[in-house]
């Protein structure tokens, strides 16, 4: 499965090695409540950049990607929009992608049925999926656009609650061989 958000190798970092995208994953690690820790990312997940990703993946407005079979579980970035996008951007696509990777969550349904409930709306069907929060705002970090500053600054908490209450934390492949049911 390949999860996408609106993201070149330039190699793996090193342990204690520091990158742009440390700070956010700290960040992260501590919002998780200890779900997560620093060797899970140190040794489970690689985060790099990678030019044109779009192209690859074949969607037009894709700037990161997860790709949650492999191991490590890898996250790329495209570096072209990180260097011109601001922090809330890079903490919105880095929670999400790391949700799709660690969490294995998916964009919700409204998101991929979206046109379903167009469809219905053509018909007069009155039908609910209400993505949006009241003021316009994605309702989850896992709806497939890039989250915007207003809203995170607005609804950051609720985005945190939401996305952690949903994770279930990922097996990688040396706590799938030593897990007993």
Known sequence: ????????????????????????????????????????????????????????????????VCYPLTFPL???IDPEW?????DYDHWSVLYHEIAHCGCGEDHPIEASQEWFFDFLHHLNVQA?????????????????IVVGQECIYRHEDEYVKELFRNCQKVLVPDQIYRYRP
Not at 128 to 144: F, N, Q, R, V
Request: charged share 15%; net charge negative; glycine share 6%.
């Open 128 to 144: 609910s999926h209400a993505p949006w929060l009241p003021d316009g705002c994605p309702k989850t970090l896992m709806y497939p």
């Open 1 to 64: 499965m390949l999860s996408l958000l609106f993201i070149t190798s330039l190699g793996w970092a090193e342990q204690n090695q520091c990158t742009v995208f440390d700070r956010f994953v700290e960040d992260f690690i501590t919002d998780s409540g200890g779900m997560f820790d620093q060797a899970y990312f140190d040794q489970h997940v690689q985060i790099t950049f990678r030019k044109n990703i779009a192209q690859e993946i074949i969607h037009p407005n894709a700037i990161a």
């Open 74 to 76: 890898k996250i790329q």
């Open 82 to 86: 990180w260097y011109r996008m601001g």
